[in-house]
């Protein structure tokens, strides 16, 4: 990583502090910029999410900002394994490493200065000029900057300001998920699911289990976490939204956090899972108190930029999770923002033009396989 000696800082507004957020305000910091960051949750955002595959765009994106990561920084998996409800199918060696969602979160946000991001800060609209844009908050501030970054995620303000009425499609079904202690595990699951990355396929169904570090990142044996997920088939209208209404009798509409499913809906969810899947994953949903929910979704943004406005991660594009590549992706689309800028100098829209072309033609086919990836998993969509 070099710096960029420039005569005055740039200025970039990044709204959303969540992964892709955090890549961008490290990677253009790298760079020499001026970097605020608007979220707008007012709460840390660290208990969230559960585990995700490491890809190498995270790495490089880490690398180039100077962010050192631990040694032992995920955990390795060696072997696929397939499951039936009688036991293995077959075994791939494929290693790879997992790493947990919010070890990723506190290394960025650890590397920043406490005063770059502003938490409890919603966007509310833009007003965009040749050569600026302003942002401005619910809480009446204003802020004016040379580049405005939406990495506000699937549901993105800033892309709603910029495509009105462009959102994501629900694919037509959900991912439960839960995590469990390692130390919480039977014999059982520890033969099989510890050290491999476990699933088990059915008509309309997706099971899949990996080990993440532990919610202090640890990576020691029996620290660590299980990480699982399975994609069900729930259809859209009424049976989705029954699910999505929570145990307060709030209606959410694209995601449940732990502990706020229902006890019904995690009753039938256990029963399904023992009709359904092996011994094995049955007894993790049984032995989770909170599984959570994520609706599966596409988006395809028709383009990234938007004069001194550009929109990245999850905001522009929405691969399904089968990729493993969403983190990535947002990482890979931040520092390409970084070298780009870094290597146009004052050519700022030349620069993000540039940016742009390469960016979504990679998004756009990740998006694409993510889709024939689902469409091959989830066979006929019908409910398992
Ligand atoms: C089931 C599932 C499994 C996944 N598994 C993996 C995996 O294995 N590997 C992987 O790489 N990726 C995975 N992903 C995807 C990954 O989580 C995301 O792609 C990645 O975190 C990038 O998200 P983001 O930062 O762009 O958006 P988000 O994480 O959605 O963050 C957007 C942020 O913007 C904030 N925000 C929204 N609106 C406003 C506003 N108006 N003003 C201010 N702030 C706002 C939100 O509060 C939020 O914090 C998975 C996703 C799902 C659903």
Known sequence: ??????????????????????????????????????????????????????????????????????????????????????????????????????????????????????????????????????????SGRTERADLLVGADGPLSTVRQALLPGDVPAYAGYVAWRGVLPEAALDARARSLLVETFAFQDGPGHQMLTYLIPGEDGSVRHNERRLNWVWYRALPAGEPLAAVLLDRHGRQHTHSLPPGAVKDADAQALQLAAADNLAPVFAALVKSTPDPFLQLIQDYAAPRMRFGRAVLLGDAAFVARPHTGAGAGKAAANAVALARALQAGGDRIHDALALWDRSQWAADKRLAEWGISLGRRIMGLVQPA
């Not at 920043?112 to 040749?130: Q, T």
């Open 1 to 138: 990583m070099t710096t960029m000696p420039t005569s005055k800082p740039y200025r970039a507004v990044v709204i959303g502090g969540s992964l892709g957020g955090l890549f961008t305000a490290i990677c253009l910091r790298a760079i020499g910029w001026d970097v605020d960051v608007f979220e707008r949750s007012p709460q840390q955002l660290d208990s969230r999410g559960g585990g995700l595959v490491l890809q190498p765009g995270v790495l490089d994106a880490l690398d180039f900002a100077g962010v050192a990561h631990p040694p032992g920084f995920g955990v390795p998996s060696k072997d696929r394994i397939f499951l039936d409800r009688d036991g293995v199918l077959r075994c791939i060696y494929m290693p790879q490493t997992q790493i947990a969602w919010n070890g990723l979160y506190a290394l960025m946000k650890g590397a920043l200065d406490p005063g770059v991001i502003h938490a409890g800060e919603e966007l509310v609209a833009l007003a965009r000029e040749a050569d600026h844009m302003t942002a401005r908050f619910a």
